[in-house]
């Protein structure tokens, strides 16, 4: 069956412009997060959505970050005004129901951002 | 959620078993051991959970100790494809969901 799909795969920008990514959960899956993973590192919490509303956005580096969920299944993930230390690897998330200790987090393969 | 600590990384022949421990000395009652690992240029993918007893599936076992201070993530034989970064993470009861990462171990198995 078709897992989490995220697009780009890649992404190249030059400092100062916006980018967008875009996170395709599982069909019916309730829960969905985004983590950043720096070269090296463990991904870290960005935000997390369940259905439509935004219930923490505590991860999110800066106010240039910005992500919504409008009709409760596609995401999207906004940068503005792109820095050099905003390159790294975008992961999203998703699971069946939220808050469940037992439900395994579905991952996709990420975009790579890089900020020139 | 808890801490945990794992080696930065380990070694293995394809083949062998391959034990991956887990130290959680903090560890509460109602956490939850998970073991996610995120193979080169992919993302983390789900292994195996469990709270107080073994647990066995497909890909791997887990074996809690009596204290659950520490977890050994058992890898029965261990192939080329699971080279990888294997993190041990708690969730607790009371969580959200979202995942804390540490730095897992990294997983090199030699042919």
């Not at chain 1, 916006?18 to 463990?42: K, T």
Request: net charge neutral; charged share 20%; hydrophobic share 30%.
């Amino acid at each position: 069956g078709a897992g989490v799909s995220q697009s780009p795969r890649y992404k190249v920008a030059k400092r100062g412009q916006d980018v967008a990514l875009r996170c395709d959960p599982i069909s019916g899956h309730v829960s969905l997060f985004w983590y950043q993973q720096a070269l090296g590192q463990g991904p870290e919490f960005l935000t997390y959505f369940q259905n439509e509303a935004q219930l923490d956005k505590s991860g999110l580096p800066s106010d240039r970050f910005f992500a919504e969920r409008p009709e409760g299944s596609v995401s999207t993930l906004k940068i503005q005004r792109t820095q050099q230390e905003d390159s790294a690897v975008y992961l999203c998330a998703s699971s069946l129901a939220q808050g469940l200790v037992n439900q395994p987090q579905h991952f996709g393969d990420g975009t790579r951002l890089s900020i020139l | 959620d808890a801490k945990t600590t794992q080696p930065n990384s380990m070694e293995s022949n394809e083949e062998e078993p391959v034990h991956l421990p887990c130290n959680h000395s903090t560890i509460s009652g109602t956490d939850y051991i998970h073991w996610y690992r995120q193979l080169p240029s992919q993302g983390p993918e789900y292994v195996i959970h469990g709270l107080t007893s073994n647990v066995n599936n497909r890909m791997a076992s887990l074996a809690i100790a009596e204290d659950r201070k520490s977890s050994t993530l058992i890898l029965h034989r261990a192939t080329l494809r699971d080279a990888a970064v294997y993190y041990c993470i708690l969730r607790g009861g009371g969580s959200q969901g979202n995942l804390i990462f540490g730095k897992g171990t990294k997983l090199s198995v030699k042919p």
